[in-house]
């Protein structure tokens, strides 16, 4: 170690030697600071133009966002030191708001006194106040993150500036070109013009070449040497939801432990931003009379409904109410392939235990951070992080076992009639605002249909094709029981069942799969229980839907890589806006294709809609990842969920089914 110091000591000092003989460099070691701190290096006229553009554009998004009120969560880990995996979570946070971003932006500000990072370590979300109003939402956040200011808070992380970013008032340095997935970037360094001014962004932004957009920045806030450690460093990305509109999508933020020897993390935060454009009921409609032309009358060739088929259409059109509503209030995402995997799972569960139900099971993502799910009629829901958390990659099915277990559990909601209150059939009952939608819809079972659904999902296991889903999950729940004392926001449902059964005791409903796992071995690396957040979906905040990711496979090196269900920082393959194709044109495609075939062999064939039959009868798997994978190597995803089958679907609910990932988007 003394002759490493030494080597750096001389090196050092050859460094400072050649320093000193070149007339135009800034001395070190001098008292006097330098006028510019950015590299003196000219700009062309294009990067002018193209900061230029970008300044411009950026007031395009602050106008527009100041015309939205999204939602905005916020997920936050403090971290310790630990000898084995380096840094484990010791207490989170879970925040949840409507942001009406008008009320927040420019003149209304928000200043708040400086708060201890170490006070509250329970969070301040809860059932009480789920859905925060705008100015309390941020000013929350703004006290555990120690952010102060109106114009250096939660805002100026997605916004950089949102009342004075312009060439006057900030300097820019040409940095690189860069590729952020497939979009061309211009990489510019960024600090304010008056070095003395507080609360200014510091740091780098990433410009996308075609329409001037800034797509990502990162850095902090300048400040003084006294409140520079108030300002936390962040990464705050955007998506493309529109032609050339780029509005912010999520942003990271981490801050080392200065105290510790091995640069351990004091804490780190997540941050989403979604439903820009979310559903308002049209208290109009509904005393409109609406004439269709050309409907016909054929009430009278339907068939009569039963009191069983009533009483299940009653209970469906509460579970279709309160559905519309969660959707309308920005919570479920919007119906998407990645749903009809999950249906298919359900179908398959079903069908290995030769069950039929009276109507197809839906499955929906619930677009929020916490662990939980539920049944709402025969509509399964599964929280974003309980399926990013169980996407563990490898060749065994890993990643489908979990998630046979976890829709076990909701399934047997359904088959043992565990149902709705009805009460949700009168579409009155859903006429509040979205603020109060947690609060006025529970929606989490009773301790007694969860214990009995606990031991009903145990001999859904029970057939062969199954009984591995018990094992694999019993192992992830072995990992969650070792983080549940320090995530207790991140087990906290929002409006479901939560995993565990008693949170004092760390037990969970499906306790019996617990001993089924095996011993949970952190430095075994061919052993992997759970996955960090964020690890299988994303979302468009524009349109709600979810997106299935397609990483490049990643060696396990240590125990240190595992992370199970923590905070990693935020990496987007950005690309540019594509308008969704429409059913016409689907169908002329397809058309066009069909009658192109039918000329070429003189015959026409007839479109198939049920899954084609596997070659062989043996159980589909995810392929394996090679043992040096490196990016692009042309290697499957680790992850991608593959239903396996041993017979293929034809018609009703009897019968496996067959799948295949949905195309990357």
Not at 331 to 337: I, V
Not at 648 to 655: D, E, K
């Amino acid at each position: 170690m003394i002759k490493r110091h030494t080597c750096i000591a001389g090196l050092l000092t050859g460094i400072l030697a050649l320093s000193a003989t070149q007339a135009h460099a800034i001395p070190l070691l001098s008292k006097k600071k330098a006028k510019e701190d950015l590299p003196a290096r000219k700009l062309t006229p294009a990067q002018n133009a193209l900061i230029d553009k970008a300044v411009a554009r950026e007031a395009e998004v602050v106008k527009v966002v100041r015309e939205r009120a999204p939602l905005v969560e916020t997920y936050i880990q403090n971290m310790k030191p630990d000898p084995a995996l380096l840094q484990t979570p010791e207490s989170d946070q879970h925040f949840l708001g409507r942001v009406d971003f008008n009320k927040v932006i420019g003149d209304n500000a928000y200043e708040t006194k400086a708060a201890s990072h170490s006070g509250d370590k329970k969070g301040f979300a809860s059932k009480l106040n789920v859905f925060k109003g705008s100015l309390g939402y941020v000013t929350s956040l703004n006290k555990q993150l120690h952010l102060q200011f109106s114009e250096a808070g939660f805002v100026q992380m997605l916004l950089i500036d949102s009342k004075d970013f312009n060439r006057n008032e900030y300097n820019f340095g040409f940095v690189r070109n860069d590729f952020l997935g497939t979009v061309p970037t211009v990489v510019f360094d960024v600090e304010p013009a008056n070095k003395r001014t507080r609360g200014r962004f510091f740091g780098r932004i990433w410009v996308e070449r075609r329409g001037g957009n800034i797509v990502r920045f990162n850095g902090s806030f300048a400040g003084t040497e006294k409140d520079i450690r108030e300002y936390y460093h962040f990464d705050s990305w955007r998506t493309n939801v529109q032609e050339n509109l780029w509005l912010p999508t999520t942003f990271y933020v981490e801050e080392s432990d200065p105290k510790s020897e091995e640069n351990t993390v004091k804490f780190k935060a997540v941050n989403y931003i979604w439903g820009y454009v979310l559903k308002v009921p049209n208290k109009e409609a509904e005393n409109v009379d609406v004439e269709v032309a050309g409907a016909d009358d054929k009430s009278a060739d339907a068939s009569d409904v039963s009191p069983l088929g009533a009483q299940r259409a009653w209970v469906q059109q509460a579970e279709d109410n309160v559905l519309d509503r969660l959707f309308q209030a920005g919570l479920l995402d919007a119906p998407s392939d990645f749903d009809k995997i999950l249906e298919q799972v359900a179908g398959n569960v079903l069908a290995y235990n030769n069950i039929q139900v009276a109507r197809p099971v839906r499955v929906r993502t619930l677009l929020t951070e916490p662990l939980e799910s539920l049944a709402i009629g025969n509509t399964i829901v599964l929280s974003k992080s309980l399926i990013d958390t169980t996407a563990v990659p490898g060749n065994n099915n890993e990643q489908i076992n979990n998630l046979y277990a976890i829709i076990a559990f909701q399934l047997a909601h359904i088959i043992q009639g565990h149902r709705l209150d009805t009460k949700y059939a009168f579409n009155d009952r859903l006429l509040f605002p979205d603020t109060a939608a947690f609060a006025r819809i529970p929606m989490h079972h009773t301790d007694k249909d969860n214990e009995e659904a606990a031991k009903k999902a145990v001999e859904l296991l029970q057939p062969a094709e199954l009984q591995a889903a018990a094992s694999q999950f019993g192992l992830y729940l072995n990992q969650l029981q070792q983080r549940t004392k320090a995530l207790t926001a991140l087990n906290e449902p929002m409006i479901g069942d939560s995993l565990l059964k008693d949170p004092k005791a760390g037990t969970f409903w499906l306790q019996a799969l617990v001993g089924k796992g095996g011993k949970l071995d952190m430095n075994d690396l061919k052993q992997n229980a759970a996955m960090p957040l964020g690890s299988f979906l994303r979302f468009d905040p524009w349109t709600d839907q979810v997106i299935q990711t397609h990483p490049a496979f990643e060696p396990l090196l240590s125990s240190r890589d595992k992370m199970p269900f923590e905070v990693t920082p935020v990496y987007l393959k950005l690309a540019y806006y594509k308008p969704p194709v429409s059913a016409p044109d689907v169908a002329a495609a397809n058309a066009a294709t069909t009658n192109a075939a039918g000329d070429a062999t003189g015959t026409t064939t007839a479109p198939v809609n049920t899954p084609t039959a596997p070659a062989s009868s043996t159980p589909a798997t995810i392929p394996a990842a090679p043992a040096t994978a490196t990016p692009g190597d042309g290697t499957a995803p680790a992850g991608t969920p593959v239903v396996p089958s041993k017979t293929p679907a034809t018609t009703g609910t009897s019968n496996p089914a067959t799948t295949s990932a949905p195309p990357q988007q």
